[in-house]
């Protein structure tokens, strides 16, 4: 029988002086061009918490608004605002800077986040009254620490600086003197990487009303890497997570694939479901530090706000069918594999046309796919276009070439199985995923029958190798195979069935 989607949770961590400090095109510049324009004007892009809040996008990822009320909005978003906006949503929330930088002091299991003690007590009642925020995180939350030791922490080049406002409240330590594996600059990656996916599993428990030690196994798909100098990478953020999460039944392990990451994670865990080796697994996704403003040269030379101020992240939990919840069929698999290449048209067919193809059905079987999410109002401006756009667009010319679709029928197509991008460019967080939250109402509530999430990667990034990667599944309506209890009535008369049918089979052996 197939795995459900149990539950989801979807945040996003406003955080621009993470991003000011240290977003990877804003600390690049200050190594290349320290006298440049950008660095000079940068700080009067940076939105207030309450447009970011008001953003349709960010009410989108959380919940508040769906992925068609924001294809009546005029594009750009950025100058159009959601009315009466709130921070939590129905799948997520907004959490501000100042409780994201406890909760993540909070997830420090060595004492390498430092916070100034007037900043602990100023803002660490806000942090309690977050209604996911557990009496256990929150006596994580130390009293802090004076500021002049965390400015000498900064002077001597051993901490990352934690600024709030344009002051300096904190500081990340390196874990180890010579390890650049272990440095300042990775511990601080790393440990927002796993506070942003706790929030996410914490929304994701109260969505789905699963109890924390129902959770067997969280698979981590984010794009981080932990570990030493003898195991770069070999660390296990997904346990980490679940543990500050209060998942206390819970092991894990790490999945990386770049931006197809999630998808990988999601079959793996509906497979481990389904095989029965889990009853519950939760996938997660944290977020990627270097990646805020990753844009910004391009809003700021067009004047507009740097839209990449959020660490996004993310948590979907497969269960056991239950009859009712919207399924991932593991029959239906796309998947890129080593000789299918890296042409556009190769890549698509693999990942759309032909797990549609063996499975007898065609791109008119799927109510909506998700692609790559990436919300427009950040790429189109940087010259990369409409993401989610391109990729309908190579799905319906590759449905015509299969003769799936009329020439005329193509502007149809993308109007009727499209989606408009409003996920975050988190690396794999726009990957698919952001919709399966969405998928899962509207199926459960008869509007669709099937969505396809399709997951795509760049290997090349890696160096390792030039090749693409992807995988896609389907998540359906239920079918109810092999669901419900039986009832000792039930069982009562199958042995009964059975042993007449047996001693039947008896007696006419004997004749």
């Given at each position: 029988m197939n795995s459900i989607i149990k539950g989801v949770g979807y945040c996003l961590n406003y955080t621009p002086?993470?991003?000011?400090?240290?977003?990877?095109?804003?600390?690049?510049?200050?190594?290349?061009?320290?006298?440049?324009?950008?660095?000079k004007e940068m700080g009067k892009h940076v939105r207030s918490f309450e447009d970011c809040v008001a953003y349709w996008p960010n009410q989108v990822y959380i919940g508040n608004k769906t992925p068609e009320e924001l294809k009546g909005v005029e594009f750009p978003y950025y100058d159009k605002k959601v009315e009466g906006a709130s921070r939590y949503g129905k799948f997520g929330e907004i959490m501000p800077e100042a409780e994201f930088l406890l909760l993540a002091q909070a997830c420090d299991c060595f004492e390498v986040v430092y916070?100034?003690?007037?900043?602990?007590?100023?803002?660490?009642?806000?942090?309690?009254?977050?209604?996911?925020?557990?009496?256990?995180?929150?006596?994580?939350?130390?009293?802090?620490?004076?500021?002049?030791?965390?400015?000498?922490?900064?002077?001597?080049?051993?901490?990352?600086?934690?600024?709030?406002?344009?002051?300096?409240?904190?500081?990340?330590?390196?874990?180890?003197?010579?390890?650049?594996?272990?440095?300042?600059?990775?511990?601080?990656?790393?440990?927002?990487?796993?506070?942003?996916?706790?929030?996410?599993?914490?929304?994701?428990?109260?969505?789905?009303?699963?109890?924390?030690?129902?959770?067997?196994?969280?698979?981590?798909?984010?794009?981080?890497?932990?570990?030493?100098?003898?195991?770069r990478g070999g660390g296990n953020f997904a346990k980490a997570a679940a543990e500050i999460a209060g998942l206390q039944n819970a092991t894990g392990s790490d999945a990386r694939?770049?931006?197809?990451?999630?998808?990988?994670?999601?079959?793996?865990?509906?497979?481990?479901?389904?095989?029965?080796?889990?009853?519950?697994?939760?996938?997660?996704?944290?977020?990627?530090?270097?990646?805020?403003?990753?844009?910004?040269?391009?809003?700021?030379?067009?004047?507009?706000?740097?839209?990449?101020?959020?660490?996004?992240?993310?948590?979907?939990?497969?269960?056991?069918?239950?009859?009712?919840?919207?399924?991932?069929?593991?029959?239906?698999?796309?998947?890129?594999?080593?000789?299918?290449?890296?042409?556009?048209?190769?890549?698509?067919?693999?990942?759309?046309?032909?797990?549609?193809?063996?499975?007898?059905?065609?791109?008119?079987?799927?109510?909506?796919?998700?692609?790559?999410?990436?919300?427009?109002?950040?790429?189109?401006?940087?010259?990369?276009g409409d993401v989610p756009m391109a990729n309908y667009k190579m799905i319906a010319a590759l449905a015509v070439k299969k003769g799936w679709l009329e020439k005329a029928d193509l502007a149809n197509f993308t109007e009727e199985k499209g989606l408009v991008g409003y996920a975050p460019t988190q690396g794999h967080i726009p990957s698919g995923v952001p919709f399966v939250g969405f998928a899962k109402e509207d199926i459960e509530a008869g509007k669709m029958n099937k969505a396809m999430i399709i997951g795509k990667g760049s290997l090349f990034l890696g160096r390792m190798t030039n090749l693409f990667d992807g995988v896609s599944f389907i998540i359906q309506k239920n079918t109810g195979k092999g669901t419900g209890a039986v009832s000792e009535e039930e069982v009562r008369s199958m042995i009964a069935k059975s042993m007449k049918d047996f001693a039947a089979s008896i007696l006419g052996n004997q004749e």
């Open positions: 002086g993470l991003m000011l400090q240290h977003g990877s095109t804003i600390a690049t510049e200050r190594v290349v061009n320290p006298d440049g324009e950008f660095l916070m100034e003690k007037g900043f602990v007590a100023q803002h660490k009642p806000e942090l309690a009254k977050d209604p996911v925020i557990t009496e256990e995180i929150l006596n994580r939350v130390t009293e802090g620490a004076e500021l002049s030791e965390i400015q000498g922490f900064v002077d001597r080049h051993e901490a990352e600086p934690l600024f709030y406002e344009g002051a300096l409240i904190g500081c990340v330590k390196r874990a180890h003197d010579i390890d650049v594996n272990l440095s300042a600059e990775v511990m601080l990656e790393n440990i927002m990487n796993k506070a942003s996916s706790v929030l996410a599993i914490l929304h994701s428990l109260k969505h789905s009303g699963v109890n924390a030690n129902e959770i067997e196994y969280v698979i981590d798909c984010s794009e981080e890497a932990c570990g030493d100098v003898n195991q694939g770049f931006c197809a990451g999630p998808s990988h994670a999601m079959i793996e865990a509906a497979a481990l479901v389904k095989a029965g080796a889990y009853h519950t697994v939760a996938v997660i996704g944290g977020g990627c530090v270097p990646k805020l403003a990753m844009n910004g040269k391009d809003h700021v030379k067009k004047e507009l706000p740097m839209l990449e101020d959020c660490l996004a992240s993310f948590c979907i939990i497969v269960s056991e069918n239950d009859g009712k919840s919207a399924e991932i069929n593991l029959d239906i698999i796309g998947r890129h594999t080593v000789g299918t290449g890296a042409a556009p048209q190769n890549v698509i067919g693999s990942l759309v046309a032909d797990p549609l193809e063996r499975a007898g059905l065609t791109v008119k079987d799927i109510d909506k796919f998700s692609p790559e999410m990436q919300n427009a109002d950040i790429t189109k401006p940087a010259g990369a």
